[in-house]
């Protein structure tokens, strides 16, 4: 079935440094592709998002890398901030953009 | 603009008994999804409701169920509530299916 997976379940940076964050999905038809941050006890946050007909999106610190190719999806933070730390999620739009489907997540940690 | 709201804030009950959960979409959205989020098993899709329809609900039982009021707002209800059944609930909302959706913060309930 469709499925979102990420490959690391953590992740430690040093402040200032860049974070990259990886994800891999199996539906190669899914055609959005959302990152979501969920601080403890908080909702996701809407971070960026991508589409299939691009490969490359940048917002303030963030870029969303999409290979379709090999059905990777990567988020890269840019001067990791102690503000970065979190939870953060890939999530996949399902074919009838009816839900979305969230790999498991990965725990960002920023070290100052 | 407010974002999507939700209440209450956090839920107490005891098993067999019933809990309605209530969400307010950000403004101009029709869309309304809800999720849970139990402990180490990330996000999973529950409902959709678009338009005051039931569109769409994921891999739960029936005892599961919401509504979408006219004013766009929604809520989930859980009857013959079961241990497992304590979780986050999120609620989200978009204008419509292919835009990304905005999370409120969610319900915290806890069956004992």
């Known amino acids: 079935g469709e499925s979102v997976g990420l490959h690391l379940p953590t992740l430690s940076v040093q402040e200032g440094d860049n974070s990259i964050i990886n994800c891999a999905y199996s539906?190669?038809?899914?055609?959005?592709f959302i990152w979501y941050k969920q601080e403890s006890g908080k909702g996701p946050q809407f971070i960026i998002d991508i589409r299939s007909n691009m490969d490359k999106r940048q917002g303030q610190r963030v870029t969303v890398l999409l290979n379709k190719t090999v059905k990777h999806l990567s988020l890269q933070i840019a001067a990791t901030q102690p503000g970065d730390s979190a939870v953060y999620f890939c999530?996949?739009?399902?074919?009838?953009?009816?839900?979305?489907?969230f790999g498991p997540g990965t725990s960002l940690s920023v070290i100052p | 603009e407010a974002g999507v709201t939700q209440s209450p804030t956090h839920l107490i009950k005891t098993r067999g008994q019933q809990a309605t959960l209530r969400c307010s979409p950000i403004s101009g959205h029709t869309s309304v999804y809800w999720y849970q989020q139990a402990l180490g098993l990330g996000l999973q899709f529950l409902l959709w409701?678009?338009?005051?329809?039931?569109?769409n609900r994921g891999n739960f039982p029936p005892r599961f169920s919401g509504r979408q009021f006219p004013n766009y707002s929604s809520e989930l209800n859980v009857n013959a509530l079961e241990l497992e059944d304590s979780a986050l609930y999120l609620c989200?909302?978009?204008?419509?299916?292919?835009?990304?959706?905005?999370f409120g913060d969610g319900t915290r309930l806890s069956i004992l």
């Open positions: 409701y678009d338009e005051g329809e039931e569109r």
């Open positions: 989200a909302s978009s204008d419509r299916g292919n835009q990304p959706q905005h």
């Open positions: 539906n190669s038809a899914s055609d959005y």
């Open positions: 999530a996949e739009l399902g074919l009838s953009y009816d839900k979305v489907i």
